[in-house]
């Protein structure tokens, strides 16, 4: 594709006033003029999709379809198809007859549970059978931040709905403020002419939308993949449609009107996550619409990246006590200075903690909290020594005493337990019972159904086992893998297909998350099923030395083997987007040119790791690689 007519004049516009035209042309080569190949079943598995078009009078509407699995699908890698038949019929959807006029369209084809989506643009026509085909002109996987996760059913009956006729106005109504108020997410569409249009989720706390009065809206724009194809399509043509679901009361409002964009806002609340940018969305008129009660929600939990007030905040913690568990682990008690009672947490969460490695360098380092989410005078933290890590947890271990102060950001969590789960299987592998052991407490004081499988190496790694066995008694299962009589961990038999109702949550390694998630997966479980945080070092012991050859700039970096490709690409100013920093969420994934990757990600797909690798964990098998920067 020809990187030159990739982004239209506003998103390039948009891109430059936020200093991010180089990032933006790096994250373009995910956009293609085609479904990459492994994204074409997933079309087929959704349940859900949205969609942007504009009406005769150029206001852009953005309308949810909801139907059967196989409702959406993909045709071949050019077209996808999508069969009225089988959805919850809206005929007064603005949609169908604003396609009549005008064929330019945007999808986002979304698995709320997984967070993962896939957007197309494109043109949309009718087929003679009634089903509608749309013309993929661009297709690419996009960034999974800030989506809570939910998950959609249909029953059988949907299909058969009869829908009332919608109700229409142009000043929003009481109940529809309280609604946009209160939203986790909603749907944008915008467009251009000549170009395509697009439809994008936004999500944030319930509240992120500001509702300034019954005609206008006040949106946060957050930290993204820099492209700016939404915002982009404002600068050129501010007509934008919004689409707000009540999950509760299966009630659709869609709005149309103009967005404008706020730059260099003050923010000392932290609403934007510090890009300091809104819109405001100006309604012309809303439409809204009745979905049938045989469609259920289920919710899961709110994204760890949206942006949240307390996420600026420094916790001031002192040590207070410091007990070494095993011959590698230490556990520290970590106390509100001035005994301040700390920000709440659930079993999970995590706290960054700022480790001075030297007079000039600290890094923040990620530790579970272990105690109970029931007394937030103090947060339990487990550090295991790992000698030839990058440094932190040495520090912890041979530098920290009682009485220390540290400072640290509020408990993020990203792996929680799922309030839907019946049963829950924990599986820890080493230093991965960190979490796993708040969630065995928090599921024993609940009086909740778990078992727990916690596999070491030997016994001396073999950390809380008095503890657990006090709380989960019988549920709770060893495994020693290099002693003699040793055992090891059967996947097959606990992740069975007759198991499938069971929610599973592991941490470890991230060969043990695969092998689950290919257990699982094998096993026709679903994958919001399967909860997972990867642990331990990015780096090997056996790790060598590699050269990073940069192929626009031609500059060379040496990565130490102790030191992570990204880690050596940010110490050499190289702007390189990162979040999770462990291979989960894919936002530093980074095209390479030659080479051979060593993937040490969970998040791309294999096809995908032919062309990318995520530089925060994966190295090369070479002894250079050459990466598109
Ligand atoms: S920063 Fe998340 S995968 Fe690399």
Known sequence: MNKQSLFHQGELAIQQRADESDIAQRNSVVVKNHIIKGALPFIAQQVLTVISSTDENNQIWTSVLLGQHGFIRALDDQHIVINPQQMISQPADPLWRNIEKNSQVGLVIIELSTRRRLRVNGNISQLDDGQYEVTIAQAYPNCPKYIQRRQPALSNEVLTYKAPEPEFGKALTSTQVELISNSDSFFVGSGVDNHHNDASYRGGEPGFVNVINKHELLIPDYQGNSMFNTLGNFQSNPNAGLVFIDFTDNKLVQLTGTAKILWDQPDDSNNTGGTKRYWRFTIKAWQETQLPTGLNWTFFDYSPHNPKAENVAVLHLQVKDIVQQSEKIKVFRLAGKDGAILPAFEAGAHIPIDVTLSAKHTVQRHYS?????????????????????????????????????????????????????????????????????????????????????????????????????????????????????????????????????????????????????????????????????????????????????????????????????????????????????????????????????????????????????????????????????
Not at 453 to 464: E, G, M, P, R, W
Not at 509 to 515: G, M, N, Q, R, V
Not at 548 to 554: A, E, N, T
């Open 369 to 629: 909290i272990i105690s109970s989410s029931h007394d937030n005078r103090f947060y339990d933290i487990a550090v295991q020594q790992e000698k030839l890590g990058r440094g932190g947890s040495n520090h912890l271990h041979e530098q920290v005493e009682i009485g220390e102060q540290l400072t640290a950001k509020p408990p993020v969590n990203d792996f929680s337990l799922a309030s839907s789960g019946k049963h829950h299987v924990l599986i820890a592998g080493g230093i991965g019972i960190t979490p796993i052991l708040a969630m065995v407490r928090a599921l024993s004081e609940n009086n909740e159904s778990f078992e727990l499988h916690y596999s070491v190496k030997t016994s001396a790694d073999l950390a809380f086992k008095d503890e657990i066995t006090q709380l989960a008694g019988k549920q709770a299962h060893f495994y020693i893998t290099q002693d003699v009589n040793g055992s090891r961990l059967n996947l097959p038999s606990l992740l069975t297909m007759e198991n499938k109702a069971n929610h599973v949550y592991v941490c470890g390694p991230l060969s043990l998350i695969e092998a689950i998630k290919d257990t699982a997966h094998n096993n026709g479980w679903q994958p919001s099923h399967i909860h997972y945080e990867s642990f331990g070092s990015a780096v090997h012991k056996n790790d060598k030395a590699i050269e990073v050859k940069l192929k626009k700039s031609g500059k060379v970096i040496v990565i130490n083997p102790k030191e992570t490709i990204l880690a050596g690409l940010l110490a050499a100013k190289i702007d390189v987007p990162y979040e999770c920093k462990r291979g989960e969420c894919g936002m530093c994934a980074t095209e390479y040119t030659q080479g051979t990757a060593d993937h040490r990600d969970i998040y791309l797909a294999k096809e995908e790791q032919a062309q990318r690798l995520c530089v925060c964990v994966s190295r090369a098998t070479t002894s250079a690689i050459t990466l598109n920067l």
